[in-house]
């Protein structure tokens, strides 16, 4: 053998294993959202390639303002520079996403069972949702604890109907007798390997196939201009 054809099969090899090494590593994201008071905290981190990718969403503060205006969002990359930027999630806004979403479903087919069986890949490794309640009265503090736990093993209840969990859920509501205060605290880590990721886009491609849709009406949804963003 050649010393060119040895070095195309080391390159080639070489190569294979990098790809094998990227379709085995896993997508990692941590998800934080917090309201204490009128505060609110959102923080959004994912991870890939080894820790070699990486991206940091914070949001520090959510202002509902009225229902015109609708909510405020100031949300910062990690590392971007200057003023946090902000957008507005108002009707016009949610009508425009409801709509996208129906074109979506209706261009792509059976898209929920192909959501379900993407969802089962992703495994949830750790998952804690606290929330603190005190209404100023004691019976009718112990009555809304139970309403919103009630509330919280529902939701969680039904992500992991969908999601694959590896750690068991901390879910705890805790009454504050004698005071008036709502504090709640989320925070989830869940990771998925690129492989699952990949191979989740080749089976939608059929999908879209087989739904038959327009390219015109993709085109509207995938650029269409999104949410305004001010600053």
């Known amino acids: 053998m050649s010393i060119t054809a040895m070095t195309v099969l080391i390159v080639i090899a070489v190569l294979a294993v990098l790809v094998a090494v990227v379709l085995i590593s896993r997508i990692r994201v941590e998800v934080t959202a917090a309201r204490v008071r009128e505060n609110d905290r959102v923080s959004i981190s994912v991870r890939a390639l080894f820790g070699f990718v990486r991206y940091r969403l914070n949001v520090p503060m959510i202002d509902f303002r009225n229902f015109n205006e609708g909510i405020a969002i100031k949300h910062q990359s990690a590392g971007s520079p200057g003023l946090p930027k902000e957008f507005h999630l108002n009707r016009e806004n949610i009508l425009d996403m409801f ?39 004691a019976p009718e503090t112990a009555m809304t604890t139970g309403l919103v736990w009630g509330l919280q093993t529902s939701v969680a209840g039904l992500v992991f109907q969908r999601v694959c969990l590896k750690a068991a859920a901390d879910v705890q509501v805790f009454p504050q007798y004698n005071q008036q205060v709502f504090a709640t605290e989320l925070a989830g880590k869940f990771q998925i390997r690129v492989w699952h990721v990949a191979a989740a886009g080749f089976k939608l491609i059929p999908h879209i196939w087989k739904a038959k849709g327009d390219w015109r009406t993709w085109s509207q949804i995938l650029f269409q201009p999104r949410m305004k963003s001010v600053g």
Do not use: P, Q, Y
């Not at 996208?100 to 929920?112: E, G």
């Not at 969802?119 to 949702?129: D, G």
């Open 99 to 137: 709509e996208r979403v129906r074109l979506i479903i209706k261009n792509v087919f059976n898209l929920l069972e192909w959501m379900k069986s993407t969802l089962a890949k992703l495994e949830c490794t750790a998952f804690r949702w606290h929330t603190h309640v005190g209404i100023g009265d």
